[in-house]
């Protein structure tokens, strides 16, 4: 069986070649290094970490170990809650301090110490050296017990409650969009409602101000009613001939012609 999946889970597999040294074996022992070619896996599948156990084993991924940690070096204090990297075989993760059998470590002490892993579950066994580390902090030990054991069922319906608790079901985020989409469109209508009544009234505003404006202009004798009184403009009329000295003339017959001095 090859695992823990991102899930924890394990899963079967058929290994079709073994190779040592770049030679074909038949088997491999403890403490050997070898490579091995398996069936329907692909390499995208595979991280650091994983391990190939046999199914009597029963394996089993975990979130939350025990350790027994002597700090090596560490420039100030070392308390609850505290996240650094663990080195446990070919498990490289990040992992948090839960609880300590003291208040505090510093550079020396030693103290049993409660991790948890951050991202996904591991294959961890008692007895396990581990490093723990995180820029200069330095510290040593090994894995004392299991304290939690993930299972496929476990983590998906953990999962997925708490994204319900996040997020709620599908029926109260359903209610919160239509009850969030009634209060906009109720802004709205009040909004376009203002609008409209503001508009009105500067229409108003408007009109008056134009009627006003043309009862002015005809009281002033601009562009309203024309006044007979006012004398005609010739200023666009040139070149007239002055007929004030003209004497009119009696024309008796037609083919007489009479000629003006």
């Not at 770049?22 to 390499?43: C, D, N, P, Y």
Request: a positive charge; hydrophobic letters at 30%; charged letters at 25%.
């Amino acid at each position: 069986m090859l695992g823990p999946d991102p899930l924890g889970r394990f899963q079967q597999i058929a290994v079709k070649s073994i190779h040592r040294k770049r030679m074909a074996v038949k088997e491999v022992r403890a403490g050997q290094t070898a490579s091995f070619a398996l069936k329907k896996i692909k390499r995208s599948q595979i991280r650091k970490g994983m391990v190939m156990v046999s199914p009597v084993l029963n394996p089993q991924a975990c979130w939350e170990f025990e350790g027994e940690i002597l700090v090596l070096h560490h420039p100030t204090t070392i308390s609850s809650r505290y996240q650094a990297m663990v080195h446990c075989g070919s498990i490289r993760q990040t992992a948090s301090i839960i609880s300590m059998s003291k208040d505090c470590l510093r550079t020396g002490d030693k103290a049993l110490i409660h991790f948890r892993f951050i991202k996904h579950p591991e294959y961890v066994t008692p007895g396990q050296r581990m490093v723990f580390r995180e820029g200069r902090t330095k510290a040593v030990g090994n894995v004392i017990r299991i304290l939690s054991h993930s299972t496929p069922t476990h983590q998906g319906n953990r999962a997925k409650q708490s994204k319900q608790q996040r997020y709620g079901s599908g029926q109260q985020r359903s209610e919160k969009t239509h009850g969030k989409n009634e209060n906009i469109k109720e802004v709205v209508d009040q909004e376009m409602a203002d609008n409209g009544l503001e508009e009105t009234i500067e229409k108003r505003e408007g009109t008056t101000q134009k009627s006003g404006v043309k009862k002015g202009r005809s009281r002033r004798g601009g562009r309203g009613k024309s006044n007979n009184n006012n004398p005609v403009s010739t200023a666009g009329i040139k070149n007239l001939p002055d007929v004030t000295n003209l004497t009119p003339l009696a024309v008796a017959n037609r083919n007489t012609t009479t000629k003006v001095q």
